[in-house]
């Protein structure tokens, strides 16, 4: 389930910086300092923090499903959601 950035940093240990993978992106990404699995962190505001195999796409409102699946459609995709003529589908 999602977590703020202190209740992460306490389960996962350290986070390094948040960053963006396109200057015009609209979510932020992080991972653990010691990063020895296979988890994918992502954020909207820097507050809260999403793992994307928990979280996605049940703990997102509509809209950030829609942002995130825009922004990553390959991740999207393996959770069964898409963008098609600009709707939004998720199976």
């Not at 350290?14 to 993978?21: A, D, L, Q, S, T």
Request: with cysteine; hydrophobic share 35%; glycine share 4%.
């Amino acid at each position: 389930m999602y977590m703020t950035k202190e209740e992460t940093e306490a389960h996962y240990g350290p986070m390094v910086r948040f960053y963006k993978e396109k200057p015009n992106a609209i979510i932020w990404h992080t991972y653990p300092v010691k990063e020895n699995f296979t988890t994918y962190f992502f954020s909207f505001d820097q507050k809260i923090i999403y793992e994307f195999w928990e979280d996605f796409p049940q703990n997102l409102t509509r809209e950030e499903v829609y942002l995130f699946t825009k922004e990553n459609p390959r991740m999207a995709e393996l959770r069964g959601c898409r963008i098609v003529h600009g709707q939004l589908i998720c199976e």
